[in-house]
């Protein structure tokens, strides 16, 4: 079974545009059964108005799927924290599970943002900005797949250093009510080393997924709390979208 998880950077090469036939041909390349995105957008003028999500779904040949906005509106523009109660049609961001097999429940986590304006350094465009740290949210999904049963989180935690920590710390809190067992996985924002030690979540792959062109870092991630689950390989494609390598897992279960 292959999980891959994937921040798409609403669909666009960095420092470029946004072609939905190269996006779907890249997810199609995938050929993930299990595909949890990051950065997704839904009816953004950027990306063409598109439903990233179910552009997609169509490639991967999904049987579910799910898109949960953590912002309305435009990021960088006019924005504000996603409540679920959008209408449709409405412009948002986001992150989306999909998956080959069927879906046997969903949830929606809204993680805690940071709540007042604040000054940080960016090492691009390498100065002091006043920050306004976008809401961020948690997507899972329960799956009927041929290793079991599995609960499958997907998020994308804010890259503020210590935030992102009280993030996960606040989403396992709520995903240990949920059955066993469970793979966490998304755009964590922070080191493989600090993703196990917060986490208490053993990885299941290793690999630098970021910049794209020589990635020196993991930002990227695949957690588990089954002692069963493990990968037979596992790689970090370049494709032609993203500032993000996707993480691909061959999963498999130990008899």
Known sequence: MKLVTFNILHGRTPGGDVDLGRFADCVAGLDADILALQ?????????GLADLTALAAEAMGARSHRFVAAIAGTPGATWMAATGEEQPGTAAYGVALLSRYPALNWQ??????????????LRAPGRIQVI?????????????TPLGDLT????????????????????LRDVRALPWPRVVTGDLNMSAAAAQRHSGLRALASAPTFPTEDPTQQLDHVLTDDPGLNVKEHHTPRLAISDHRPLVAHLHRDS
């Open 39 to 47: 950065e997704v957008d839904s009816s953004q003028e950027r990306s």
């Open 132 to 144: 306004d740290e976008e809401p961020r949210a948690a997507v899972i999904g329960r799956f009927d």
């Open 108 to 121: 929606v986590v809204r993680l805690p943002r940071v709540p007042f304006r604040f000054p940080m350094y």
């Open 152 to 171: 499958v989180v997907n998020t994308h935690l804010s890259f503020v250093p210590g935030w992102n920590r009280i993030q996960l710390r606040r989403l």
